[in-house]
């Protein structure tokens, strides 16, 4: 009987103590929630990693959406606003992963990457591929939405732009497939891009948007345009191929004499000749553009010469992938570094004056005002307006990806010729492609020696003399360094 009482009793004294301790299981201890706080940095990188199951070893994917404006009217710059698609443009994806990390390429068929941080968060937050790992590369097209245009007409077709980047990405990341790597080179032919800026008979300098070459010669180009074009095959066994091309050449302002039409410029049939005669998927990576344009751009040729220049091109990357060699995959290394350029201040008077052009009403007015105060254009007043605006430095973003013997080096700028090859030259990499208006957009960088001549691309820069060099050589370094860690 004293047994059962025993019994009873401790089964009064434990039942309570075993549901106290149920309890305390559940909720966490003060301890582990000064834990959770410290650790909260920690979860959020956690989250931002991509949440999907990469194949093993290297793989690509291909995507790409039809994101032209149909049934909006968007703006194709300041002043113009477009309402017709001739030519569809595109938003283009090409996922890479290395079986642990993954990458997104994008390139885009509009006129910058000025909305760049909005395209990242987007895709991140639909993808949860890290915000680094993302590459927005323009084609720099006049001939599509300019996404510094903050006016209502674009507000709708934006919300569906954006859409469809997610959805381009996510399309990319399914369609991984293991992959070999195939690099090339060829040169285009003569008569296909130049130099724009260049030195008259009387040693002064000029360049095709001050002046016409018929009717002030030209005595020396400033330096000889980069006709290397570059590209990097991706063959997926039972999947169509993926052949990434880098050239470099300012789009042509196609149909800049009817600001009312949207088209994808040269790239249109570039796009269409090298998918139809070599049946790939296509992606277009804009290199060297501050300084380099078709030759059809001579003799107030300005707006020909886009459809006849893409078709001649076909031949080109025909003519690499026949010279191509194989080319090893190895990790994605990725590095963003962000480089505090130096901006270029006026006088408080020439600020003035500059606000005081920009005031004026009527172009004649303007204009007037413009030659009085001695400015080189209206380009160069909104230049010293905007460089007043800034701080004494601004932040540019430089984003570096490799993998094996391939890498990317980018800048969110229209990179000049020579920067462009030197960067090329200085890189360790098999392959490199160097990428204008990348994760950003700051307008012109011209080279150290182009300040010296001046011109419409220097009066226009935001930044001193010599900032693209630090940015190549920013570049380099980064490259140096993945490559020594391989």
């Known amino acids: 009987m004293k047994r059962v009482l025993f019994f009873l009793l401790a089964l009064t004294i434990l039942l309570p103590l075993a549901a106290c301790g149920s309890d305390l299981e559940s909720t966490p201890a003060p301890a582990e929630k000064k834990t959770a706080v410290k650790d909260e940095a920690a979860q959020k990188e956690t989250e931002n990693k991509a949440q999907v ?13 039809d994101v032209s404006p149909y049934g909006y009217s968007v703006r194709m710059n300041s002043t113009s606003t477009a309402t017709t698609v001739k030519d569809p443009i595109f938003a283009t994806c090409v996922a890479v992963s290395d079986g642990e990390q993954i990458a997104l390429f994008f390139s885009l068929d509009i006129r910058n990457t000025t909305k760049a941080e909005q395209m990242i968060n987007i895709v991140n937050k639909a993808t949860k591929v890290p915000k680094e790992n993302m590459f927005f590369t323009a084609t720099h097209n006049h001939s599509g939405p300019d996404p510094t245009a903050s006016t209502s007409d674009v507000t709708h077709w934006y919300t569906d732009f954006y859409k469809a980047l997610s959805k381009t990405a996510q399309d990319a990341i399914a369609d991984l497939t293991p992959t070999e790597i195939y690099v090339g080179k060829a040169l285009s032919p003569a008569g296909t891009n130049f130099v724009r800026r260049y030195r008259r008979a009387d040693g002064s300098w000029d360049g095709i948007h001050n002046a016409n070459t018929s009717t002030a010669p030209v005595a020396a180009y400033e330096s000889e345009a980069d006709k290397e074009l570059r590209t990097i095959r991706f063959e997926r066994g039972d999947k169509k191929d993926i052949l990434m091309v880098n050239w470099q050449a300012h789009a042509a302002h196609a149909l800049s004499s009817n600001h009312s039409v949207i088209t994808a410029d040269f790239i249109t049939n570039f796009r269409k000749g090298v998918e ?6 296509f992606a277009y990576f ?12 001579m003799n107030d040729k300005k707006y ?30 990725i590095t963003k570094s962000v480089l505090a350029g130096t901006v270029r201040k006026e006088t408080a008077e020439r600020v003035k004056n500059a606000k005081e052009v920009n005031k004026a009403s009527g172009d004649g007015e303007k204009e007037a005002l413009t030659a009085q105060y001695g400015f080189a ?14 701080g004494e430095t601004s932040d540019l973003p430089l984003y ?20 462009g090859v030197a960067l090329r030259a200085a890189s360790p990499y098999k392959m490199t492609f160097n990428c204008s208006y990348t994760n950003g957009a700051c307008g012109y960088m011209p080279s150290y020696e182009a300040f010296n001549h001046g011109g419409y691309e220097v009066h226009t820069c935001y930044f001193t003399q010599g900032t693209a060099e630090a940015c190549v050589d920013e570049c380099v370094r980064i490259l140096n360094e993945h490559f020594a860690n391989r």
Request: hydrophobic share 40%.
């Open 304 to 333: 020909d010469g886009w459809e006849e220049i893409g078709t001649v091109l076909v031949d080109v990357a025909k003519e690499s992938v026949a010279s191509e060699t194989p080319a090893e995959s190895g990790k994605l290394q």
């Open 400 to 419: 570096c990806i490799s993998f094996g013997d391939v890498a990317f080096a980018s800048a969110p700028f229209e990179m000049f010729n020579t920067n």
């Open 377 to 390: 254009s209206r380009y160069e007043v909104s230049a010293v307006i905007k460089r007043d605006s800034m």
């Open 276 to 281: 139809k005669e070599m049946d790939v998927h």
């Open 286 to 297: 804009q290199g060297a553009a501050g300084d380099i344009n078709f030759s059809s751009h």
């Open 53 to 65: 199951s990469l194949p093993k070893g290297f793989s690509t994917g291909f995507a790409r959406t």
